[in-house]
């Protein structure tokens, strides 16, 4: 069982930076792909980034690419997702995943999950 913990959400207005962090109970983080996800009130839940186990490989959502960005670092069992030119739209829950080693744009691909950091984005 790996418990995962976000951190970082908050309040900014657009055109705002924010950094949120998972940080994993589980050694080896390594042997974990991760995903950021997002749910909007109203909306399903979707995919914003997802990383490597190594890092090495990054994917992103077509909304967020040139604006976020998703990195690691396994010797602190932590997985990042730097926000900056934050929009209103941006608005969600955020929530971490982790899966076993291949990367996912699918959340249903992920076998856990965060409690979730809500990053609110003001006009």
């Known amino acids: 069982q790996v418990q995962l913990v976000e951190s970082g959400g908050g309040l900014v207005q657009a055109g705002g930076s924010l950094r949120l962090s998972c940080v994993a109970s589980r050694q080896p983080f390594s042997n974990y792909a991760m995903g950021w996800f997002r749910q909007a009130p109203g909306k399903e839940r979707e995919f914003v980034a997802a990383?490597?186990?190594?890092?090495?490989?990054?994917l992103y959502a077509d909304s967020v690419k040139g604006r976020f960005t998703i990195s690691r670092d396994n010797a602190k069992n932590t997985a990042y997702l730097q926000m900056n030119s934050l929009k209103p739209e941006d608005t969600a829950v955020y929530y971490c995943?982790?899966?076993?080693?291949?990367?996912?744009?699918?959340?249903?691909?992920?076998?856990?999950w965060g409690q979730g950091t809500q990053v609110t984005v003001s006009s």
């Open positions: 990383i490597t186990w190594s890092g090495g490989s990054t």
């Open positions: 995943a982790a899966r076993s080693v291949v990367m996912s744009t699918m959340d249903n691909d992920y076998d856990y």
